[in-house]
């Protein structure tokens, strides 16, 4: 059965009220939109993707999988250089509005608390974290135990308002175990904590997705991945790179050989070059289920989301003026970056390091609660935040 434009993008014709200063640029965003899927409709691929969500997230899926392997193995340095400058705040706005904003709006009052307290014990890291920028020096165990703390905070808080379960006992005990882990060995904690955050965000969607018997994006995210590590690591690539000089060209002052040693320390022959653009890969796909995939898991929607309606809802979670600061702060870092691309990089990964952590501490009190549907809002059914096409 054809598919009209209408019939799945009729909320973008409606006028984007209640915007203010956004009103005028997501306009044009929408007319920009309109028109993609009116010329995308026109072949069946097109009206498939817009009336199946499965599928027209699995396109987007297969084609950003294959631009990010493509990039890494072409553009290694630029993908660990650009992907935190351009995507890493507006990956953290979103962690802060699925994981913070939403639950704190939604849950009851001694949820609320909970949830504040934890909160709190996260932000002692980036107050830590902030102080090392003007030259405090903090101990190695800093950031892993402080974090690891948090999450034995969210897991106790789980416990007391619970009682005893197996999901309770269970989140306990695995989260004072991560704790010992961190307090015995801090360093390789927090390098197992860079590599794992990436796999955290799949790992998200995924358990999203198959709850919503998404069989397709599903499949191809787990195949694609796979598929990516495997051509990354195996060592099909070490001569090209090494023949051509990507291993170590700088470009604007970083390389994947200076970031192979705090990625990748101590480890034998080309595994530390591996392993950094094994990174680079994961990150990427990391970004893209954090500002698109897991957005639209959250969602009640099936229909493509309009730029417009897509602004009200964050609007809704974050508040006219919690928007233009976030996203004050997402065009502050490339245009900072534009001065010195290195050292923004690099004070921005300082500052939203936490993020990792919080997402690790607000999962756990979740389980351990059984709130998780407070990530998708009131009854799970609050509007997600779809990064329109």
């Known amino acids: 059965m054809a598919l009209g434009t209408a019939s799945f993008t009729g909320d973008a014709l409606m006028p984007p009220a209640g915007l203010g200063l956004l009103g005028a640029p997501v306009e044009v965003l929408d007319a920009v939109r309109r028109s993609f899927w009116r010329v995308a409709t026109r072949l069946r691929l097109g009206r498939r993707c817009a009336a199946d969500v499965d599928a027209r997230l699995t ?3 297969a084609g950003h999988l294959t631009v990010s392997l493509t990039l890494t193995i072409l553009f290694p340095a630029a993908m660990l250089l650009f992907g935190p400058l351009l995507l890493g ?14 639950p704190l709006r939604h849950g009851s009052r001694a949820f609320r608390w909970q949830l504040g307290l934890v909160i709190v014990a996260v932000a002692v890291m980036v107050i830590g974290r902030t102080a090392s920028l003007v030259g405090v ?3 190695a165990a800093f950031d892993p135990v402080v974090g690891a703390a948090g999450v034995g905070l969210a897991a106790l808080f789980g416990l007391v308002s619970r009682g005893l379960s197996l999901r309770t006992i269970g989140t306990t005990a695995l989260a004072a175990g991560l704790f010992v882990v961190a307090w015995q060995a801090p360093r390789e904690t927090q390098l197992t904590f860079a590599h794992g955050h990436n796999v955290v965000a799949i790992g998200t969607f995924v358990v999203l997705a198959l709850k919503r018997r998404w069989f397709g994006v599903t499949g191809t995210l787990l195949v694609g991945v796979a598929a990516g590590v495997t051509v990354l690591g195996s060592g099909m690539l070490d001569e090209s790179m090494l023949t051509t000089g990507r291993w170590d060209e700088p470009l604007l002052g970083l ?3 200076s970031l192979s040693t705090v990625l990748a320390p101590e480890w034998p022959g080309m ?3 591996r392993i950094v653009m094994i990174y680079a890969f994961a990150q990427a796909v990391h970004y893209v289920c954090w500002l698109r995939l897991t957005p639209t898991a959250l969602s009640p929607r099936t229909a493509p989301a309009s730029f417009a309606r897509s602004f009200r809802a964050l609007r809704s979670d ?4 919690g928007l233009l600061v976030g996203l004050g702060l997402c065009m502050l870092v490339p245009a900072l970056a534009a001065l010195d691309a290195e050292q923004t990089r690099n004070t921005y ?3 939203a390091g936490f993020h990792g952590w919080l997402e690790l501490a607000v999962f756990a009190l979740l389980l351990s609660r059984g709130d998780t549907a407070l990530l998708g809002g009131k009854d799970a059914m609050a509007v997600g935040v779809e990064v329109a096409l």
């Open 137 to 139: 020096r903090l101990p």
């Open 89 to 102: 705040a507006p990956h953290v706005l979103s962690d802060l509005r699925f994981l913070v904003a939403r």
């Open 349 to 351: 990964l300082t500052l």
């Open 255 to 257: 390389s994947v050989a």
């Open 59 to 61: 396109a987007i899926t």
């Open 318 to 321: 974050f508040g006219m003026a």
């Open 271 to 273: 595994w530390p070059f």
